[in-house]
């Protein structure tokens, strides 16, 4: 009768402890110029229009195309049509050009429609990042794990720079990296199903997008 090795137990105890590898998929804005992207639907949260289309940036992160928004908009969405995920990521580079209202730059995961939704943005007028729900179109931030109240964290956002915001969720947990480091978790449990991911901006936010990437995690059973 065969006998498990510790190294072997070792190995086979992280296998049923840390995440599957991610399923990743990657959209870098790279098809012909001048509309939105194929595979995605855009929409607004409340009043005004949103204007997504794809244009040349020689700044472009994966050169020669960047995603621009420049609609106004109480809130700017355009969601990924595929695949929907429940624990996972949402990954974008993000460069916030103008905006006199606001400058965000916004990921969105388990949105079931454009009023129901997880987001978290970083704003370059603020100089915070902050995680919010949007359930029936009302916005309202989270608490972060260890702090009760307070309205997200402060953080450097200059404009005209690429930045790369991230954010990991798993059950009711959500953690926010931004410029790969971890800055804060949230912990809620409004939306746990599958949902879409995209991208998301406030008012007169003119932003660019690059490098958008979401993909899909298998939680370890505790």
């Known amino acids: 009768m065969k006998t498990t090795t510790p190294i072997l137990a070792l190995i086979l105890s992280l296998s049923t402890t840390f995440p599957a590898p991610a399923d990743e998929h990657k959209s870098n804005f790279d098809a012909a110029a001048g509309a ?4 995605w639907t855009a929409g ?12 040349k940036d020689e700044s472009a992160p994966t050169k020669p195309n960047i995603l621009k928004q420049q609609g106004v908009a109480d809130y700017a969405l355009l969601l990924k049509d595929a695949p929907a995920v429940q624990n996972g990521f949402v990954e974008v580079k993000g460069k916030a050009l103008s905006g006199k209202k606001d400058q965000a730059i916004g990921v969105v995961w388990r949105a079931r429609d454009f009023n129901n939704y997880y987001v978290c943005r970083a704003n370059a007028l603020e100089g915070n990042i902050v995680l919010y729900k949007s359930v029936n179109g009302k916005r309202s931030a989270l608490d972060i794990v260890g702090r009760k109240g307070g309205y997200g964290v402060e953080a450097a956002v200059p404009p005209q720079q690429w930045h790369t915001l991230r954010v990991e969720f798993a059950g009711d947990t959500f953690k926010v990296i931004w410029n790969g480091k971890e800055i804060f978790k949230v912990k809620d ?14 008012a007169d936010s003119v932003t660019a997008f690059d490098n958008f990437s979401c993909g899909a995690a298998d939680v370890p059973k505790k």
């Open 36 to 39: 939105a992207p194929k595979g």
């Open 44 to 55: 607004v949260t409340g009043k005004g229009d949103a204007m997504w289309t794809v244009e």
């Open 189 to 202: 449990g409004t939306f746990g199903d599958s949902g879409k991911t995209g991208l998301w901006t406030k």
